[in-house]
Each structure stands twice: as C-alpha cells, then as structure tokens.
C-alpha cells in the first residue's frame, strides 16, 4: 500500500463500504419525511474524509474491522448533523450543500431541526449495537470519544465561538482555538477512534492524536483557502460565504500566501507525526493527509 | 419506604441529588453564551420525573448508585434539549417554559439551537466517565438504551408524526402511537436505564418496560388533560396551546371524561406490572405512578 494505485483502490473500497454501512444504517421507514430527510442529508454526497481517517487509523493498528465502520458511520452522522443544523436560516442560512438545496430548503425548517437531532442520536445507536461482535467496552470508549468531540469542548463549542466572532477581529491563536474545536475536534476524533479499534501503544495514541490535530487544523486553513480561490460549482457549496459573513478566516489573518505555507507546514507535521508513531502500515493515514491539503474542492 | 413521608424524603434527597450532579456536570465555561445557555435551559426548573424514575428503577434493582445518577443526569439533559428544540420559532415556537423566557427568546435562535445540540453531546459525555468506577459494559448499555429512546425510532420520531399531523384527523390508535415515541420512549427508557444499573431478571426487565410503557402514556394523557383544564401560570408554560394549533389530543379524540378514565387505567397497569415484576423495593416507582396521574401541572 504504498503506491498511489494502492491507495486510490483502497479509498474507492473504504468509501463502498462506508456508503453501504450508511445505506444500510439510516432508517428510511423513520415517521412521516423523518427518514427521508436523515438519508437526503447524509446519503449520496460528502467526501467522507472523517470515515476515510477512521478506517485508516483502524488498518494502521490492526483493529476490529466492524467496530470501525461503525465509528465511521457515526463519526460522519455528526458530521452531516452539524451540516444540517448550520445550513439552517438562524445559523448560515445556507441553500446550498454538496450540489443540492440544503435539507431546510426541501424538508422545512422543522424537519431539518428534526432530522439533524436524529442523526446524532443514530450515531450512539450505530455505536452500540446489541447483536454484534463489538465487546461493549470499545463501544463505551467510541461513545466517549465521539461525545467530547461533538459537545462544548469540541464542535458545539467552536460553532459557539464561531458564531460570537462574526465581525470581530480574532487573533490567529482565537481563530485557531475556534476551529481546533469547530473542525478539529472531530476529524481528531476521526483517527482517536479508528485508532481505539485496535491496540495502539501509549506512545502511538499520542503521535495518532497529534496526526489528527495536525490535519484537523490543515482542513480548515485550506478550507479558507478554497472559500476564496474557487468558485460555488467546483465547491458545491455556496462560495466567498465567510468573507461575505464578515467571519474571521485563516486568509484575512494570514494572508492568502502565509495561509498557503502554514497548510504545507500542518501537512509536515501530520507526516512527522506518523514517523514517530512507530506503525508499519500508516500508509494511507500518510495520503490522506496529503489529500487533505492538496484537495481542490 | 412504604409512607407518604418515606416516599417525600425520597424525592427530596433524589432532587438534591440530581441537581447537584447537573449543576456539576453541565459546565458553564462553555465558550461564548453556550455554556450559559445550556445551564439556562436544564438548571433550575422542571419536574425532573425522568431522573426520579432512573433513581427509583435502579434503587428497585439494587442497581450501581453513581451509574444511576448519570443515568439520570443524561436522560435529563435529553428531555431539556428536546424541549428547547421544541420552543423555536419553527416548531412550536413557544416564548414561556417553566415560568421563564424560553431558551431562544433570551439567547437567541443560533445559540438555542446549539445550545441543545450541545446538551444532547453532553447526555453521551455524562454517560461515558473515564475516571470513575462505571463498568464500561454498563456504559455502552446505557448509551444504547437512551439513544434508542431518543431517536427517530423513539422521540424524535413521535415528534416528526406530531409534526405532520397538525390539523390531521387522528384515530387513537395513531395517537397513542405518536406519544408512545413522543413522550412515551424516554420516559419507558427512564425506567429501563435505572433497571439496567442493577441486575433485574428477565421477568423483572419485561414488567418494568411495561411499567414505563404504562407511565410513559399516563403522563401524556395527563399533559393534555392539564392543556384544557389549568391556566398558564400553574402550569409554567402557555396552557391551550395544543386546542390553538389544532393539534389532536387524548381530550379532542377521546373527550374529557374518557381521556380521565384512561389516565386512572394506566396508573392500574403500572400498579400491576409493578406486582409482576417480583421486586420487594418497588415503592417508590409505585408512587411515581400515582404522582404522575394525579399532578395538577
């Protein structure tokens, strides 16, 4: 797994499996549009980065393979959630979302209010399946990890700061500080699980947590990278939303070059990381902190 | 245990208890308004019969204390988060809750609604404590349970029917559906996480969800009694509301008289699986039926 055939095989089987699961997972015989609108939110879109970093993570300590999809599952129902709940007209107030009218445009505002609160419930469901080979003790552990990543010490948290920030000047430590919780929190989560499916050494869990921040931080500086310099089609979201919004972003702190540079550095770090984590087989954990910094979209 | 003044030492002790553990655990240092706002939509108000039947199921099993009062804490915080979501604009959108502004009117719509999305983060984070003495296994099963119960198969669900059926006709049938899941699975879930702190036989299990089943309706056959019969400032939020949304209840589908019988019925179910369920230290729950029928808000 060390060429870039390797990994394009194993990303296109990571993300079968992930749609499968998802397919599989979110209800569609929910309540009247509930199901509906969960599956329109978080099927058939996405680019399914968080579920990719989990299963990398799991393939590089050898973990319990079903225990990672369903991290991967859950990890990316709270992602699609937040999605949902931001896109809604008190928070971005957003139409727009991988291509499609985002899920309040379709459904109502009080379906997508619904839909996005089902969803994080779904993801402790996926966590804790009652029939399955998943020892209840890793699932503890996944819910713990998932739940401090979404709740006030992590998403929640920094969509709070985020929201209290717009028009103020930030420092580059206060807009790093947000998005470490914003976005950080669960792309590390991301890894921090796959990497709990398996048996990772105190001093592996600590490289992998730094793995994580590192490209936590790096998707969202080239998050404000691409909200300048690409136009809403190749996004598939609504573009130039931040600057328009008066949000503080890494490009008006930085600069649109220095925003460039520290992406590469996150990028290093994410790799140094890897080396000092001892693990043979972090092969695609390696590409897709690549492919985090060199995306397009 | 088996006096009226046994049983109020009870609830006095279990409410200190619980709001001691909530005022703890919901963190108030939460960035910008967000831990405010979450403090403010779960301190201080309410009935807290979700946490009293956690507290009595577990007491009734000689279930794990500390295991309880997280149980508690977290079915809590669902119920707190529901409500909050309910109140806004676009779904009930209600400004008066437990004799306060509601959660949207004093921090506005943003911060409400991640203040609830929060405080569902934080149910999973009370019920996964990595420095206490909660078996793991008892951890992934009580995050099971309450998940399930707050779902799309369980409240949220019950909401998405309540939702669509706004002027719609409803038979019984669909009603006691729609609250079954409404209101009737955290409630249910209530009892049954008590229950699992514990070791209850499998008979013991089945009487006491049917127990919970029995509550979980009463309660809201109760709730819409109280909707037509008592003003607003008893009940701490807008009475009538159900009647001025052309909501269907157990009154407008059953009539008054009916929908009271109903309530005295399903106080004899809770009564009689509580005979069922073997259990000598069921007083308390048994009291709890009898407190949920005959509150007068």
């Not at 590089?60 to 931001?86: F, N, T």
């Not at 839909?115 to 552990?141: I, K, N, Y």
Request: glycine share 10%; hydrophobic share 45%.
């Amino acid at each position: 797994m060390n060429s870039r055939a390797g990994f394009e095989n194993w990303i296109r089987e990571a993300l079968l499996q992930t749609e499968s699961a998802l397919d599989a997972w979110v209800p569609g015989d929910a309540p009247a549009a509930l199901g509906e609108a969960m599956r329109y939110g978080v099927l058939d879109g996405g680019k399914r980065l968080r579920p990719l970093l989990v299963l990398a993570a799991s393939q590089a300590v050898g973990g319990h393979p079903q225990a990672a999809l369903r991290a991967a599952v859950a990890v990316e129902l709270i992602h699609a959630y937040s999605l949902v709940h931001d896109d809604m007209p008190c928070m971005d107030n957003d139409v727009l979302r991988r291509g499609k009218p985002t899920v309040h445009v379709k459904y109502g505002e009080a379906s997508a209010m619904l839909a996005g609160d089902a969803m994080q419930a779904l993801a402790f469901e996926v966590l804790t399946p009652t029939d399955s080979h998943v020892p209840p003790a890793l699932q503890a552990r996944l819910c713990g990890l998932l739940a401090r990543s979404a709740g006030c010490a992590g998403m929640a948290g920094g969509q709070a700061i985020d929201l209290a920030s717009i028009g103020q000047p930030l420092s580059e430590a206060e807009l790093r500080e947000m998005h470490r919780r914003k976005t950080g929190a669960l792309l590390q989560a991301s890894v921090l699980m796959g990497a709990a499916t398996g048996a990772a050494s105190a001093s592996a869990w600590a490289a992998l947590s730094d793995y994580g921040a590192a490209i936590g931080l790096a998707f969202q500086v080239v998050d404000d990278i691409l909200d300048v310099t690409q136009a809403s089609d190749t996004l598939g979201k609504t573009a130039g939303k931040d600057a328009e919004a008066n949000k503080p972003t890494y490009v008006t702190v930085l600069g649109l070059e220095a925003a460039r540079a520290e992406a590469q550095a996150l990028r290093r770090s994410a790799h140094e990381a890897l080396a000092r984590s001892g693990l043979s087989s972090g092969a695609c954990l390696a590409m897709l902190a690549d492919m985090v910094v060199e995306r397009d979209r």
